[in-house]
């Protein structure tokens, strides 16, 4: 008998959909007998309609809370560990997140150490922490997200930047997802249009990347279920998920980098992200995601548009796709024919193409996306240059919960030809 995995697991947040449903929480929280909760947000949406119809429903339905509205974009081993420190300082029964993914993602972390106290390292994915499953059940998370492009509203993983080795880690496992991710594209109506660029980017990324991930059978089987990774692999179900938000996301996300006020758009691709986070979360993702958290993390001097942060910051959906274009060139001779497909998904004419070709014609296509949407042209155009490969290849290298997903082995020796494949878009 084989040491390969034989089965996978499907495990996502329940999911409520349709514009308005933020205002039913207070009632789902009185459901619930909830005698008091934490409300996680950032500080630009503190006083934004999203944070205050949530603050309102709890009010109207007399649930009593504690507000945690210093959330970081994108967050970092301190700022996730000053929620945890508020977290511990309380008592509750529920965790109310509303905002992006760096939010929700901040509320898993501190509900996780407040039910379950551990060195922080303890948790955190390998090789850079102990990559310890969580022990139990955590406190019911309440996941309204305000930007489109996560997924992090049905997912059990937490992503962000350990300052020490300037690289992106996370925490992920089952237990960490929501109870329950409220979709309300009511929430995305001030979503400038470079965060609707950025954020549909990641979705896409993540419905390519989960749909081209190696095969589950082809992971190594767990001693015990309880050590099945979430990353399992691509399979049958992820990839339905993965492709419908890939097909919504190639008809709409013009459309809502366009015109922000387009209702139909901004109401599909929040349908898009959940599809996504669906089918990555069980799936996983591969080396655009991983080639990316060194380049969020070691960025010098880049701010982007649309995002009121008080810190240089590489938006994670912009991290990701300038490094896909050469991944998927580098990734297609293995599976050619999924490559093709996400193409013509796409809007790729591939009638007469030559699987050969299925890296290019990929490319290609995304290539002229991301212009269409403004975005820089390469990681040169983020700062950075041929003198920065190496320290990215290290960032790279310990992202194991991902590049090991990668349908292509890649190497120090491949990651550098790649980064700097990725400097300009061709």
């Not at 009185?30 to 309102?56: G, Q, S, W």
């Not at 922080?120 to 997200?145: C, E, R, S, T, W």
Request: glycine share 8%; with cysteine; net charge negative.
């Amino acid at each position: 008998m084989t040491n390969h995995e034989y089965a996978f697991e499907m495990a996502s947040s329940a999911l409520r959909f349709g514009a308005g449903a933020t205002r039913e929480i207070g009632a789902d929280l009185a459901e619930l007998k909830v005698r008091h909760t934490l409300v996680f947000t950032d500080p630009n949406l503190r006083n934004l309609h999203p944070v205050l119809t949530v603050l309102e429903s709890l009010e109207s339905n007399k649930i009593p809370y504690s507000l945690f509205d210093t959330c970081r974009v994108e967050p970092s081993d301190e700022s996730m560990q000053e929620a945890i420190r508020f977290a511990n300082g309380r008592e509750y029964d529920a965790v109310v997140a509303v905002g992006g993914g760096s939010v929700i993602d901040t509320a898993k972390v501190a509900n996780l150490f407040a039910c379950w106290p551990a060195d922080f390292l303890d948790y955190v994915n390998q090789p850079i922490g102990k990559g310890l499953p969580v022990p139990g059940p955590v406190k019911p998370l309440f996941a309204i997200p305000t930007t489109a492009g996560t997924g992090s509203e049905t997912t059990g993983v937490a992503i962000f930047d350990y300052k020490p080795l300037r690289a992106k880690t996370g925490i992920a496992h089952r237990r960490l997802k929501p109870y329950l991710g409220i979709v309300d594209p009511e929430n995305t109506r001030t979503m400038p249009a470079a965060v609707a660029a950025s954020s549909g980017l990641d979705v896409l990324c993540h419905a390519i990347e989960s749909w081209t991930a190696i095969p589950f059978v082809e992971r190594p089987r767990p001693e015990r279920p309880i050590l099945r990774p979430a990353y399992q692999g691509s399979n049958p179900i992820s990839d339905l998920w993965s492709m419908e938000a890939l097909r919504l996301t190639s008809q709409y996300i013009r459309r809502a980098f366009a015109d922000t006020s387009d209702e139909e758009a901004r109401s599909a691709m929040m349908l898009a992200s959940s599809y996504a986070g669906i089918g990555f979360g069980n799936a996983g993702v591969h080396l655009p995601h991983g080639m990316s958290y060194p380049v969020a993390g070691l960025v010098r001097g880049f701010q982007a548009a649309g995002y009121d942060v008080d810190h240089p910051m590489v938006p994670h959906g912009i991290s990701v796709i300038l490094n896909a274009p050469a991944v998927f060139r580098f990734t297609s001779a293995s599976s050619p024919e999924r490559h093709l497909d996400a193409a013509f998904v796409l809007g790729a004419d591939i009638s007469n193409a030559k699987l050969d070709d299925a890296g290019k014609i990929l490319a290609d296509t995304l290539t002229g996306l991301i212009s269409d949407l403004k975005l820089p042209d390469g990681l040169k155009g983020l700062g950075y240059s041929a003198s920065d490969i190496p320290a990215l290849v290290q960032g790279t290298l310990p992202q194991h919960r991902v590049t090991k997903l990668s349908p292509r082995p890649a190497s120090a020796d491949d990651l550098a030809a790649l980064f700097e494949d990725a400097m300009t878009l061709k």
